[in-house]
Nanobody, 117 residues
Framework: VQLQASGGGLVQAGGSLRLSCAAS????????MGWYRQGPGKQRDLVAT???????IYADTAKGRFAISRDNAKNTVYLQMNSLKPEDTAVYYC????????????WGQGTLVTVSS
């Protein structure tokens, strides 16, 4: 499985960005997809995840501001990020998990999101 992320960039605080992550390869083996992020000097943390059936989980920092969605026909997961804050600045990594596996099985390349104050 290969994951191709896009959509990062520079935005002012309060602005919005939408990240996309397209999966290719053995898609049938994938259940959950989602996003982690890693800020400067920080560990990589889960932002949001969505299962093939549409179930979602959000980190507390993302609740109410971010929305994850998925187009199974396009094998693509999206992360709509609104009301961005400087502390959201990070490299965002999409991931995919195999059926029956909780932890990420595959990673996309990171996409940098920079939020200026």
């Amino acid at each position: 499985v290969q994951l191709q992320a896009s959509g990062g960039g520079l935005v002012q605080a309060g602005g919005s960005l939408r990240l996309s992550c397209a999966a290719s390869g053995s898609i049938f083996s994938i259940n959950a997809m989602g996003w982690y992020r890693q800020g400067p000097g920080k560990q990589r943390d889960l932002v949001a995840t969505i299962t093939r059936g549409g179930g979602t989980i959000y980190a507390d920092t993302a609740k109410g501001r971010f929305a994850i969605s998925r187009d199974n026909a396009k094998n693509t997961v999206y992360l709509q990020m609104n009301s961005l804050k400087p502390e959201d600045t990070a490299v965002y990594y999409c991931y995919a998990s195999l059926v029956g596996v909780i932890n990420p099985s595959y990673w996309g390349q990171g996409t940098l999101v920079t939020v200026s104050s």
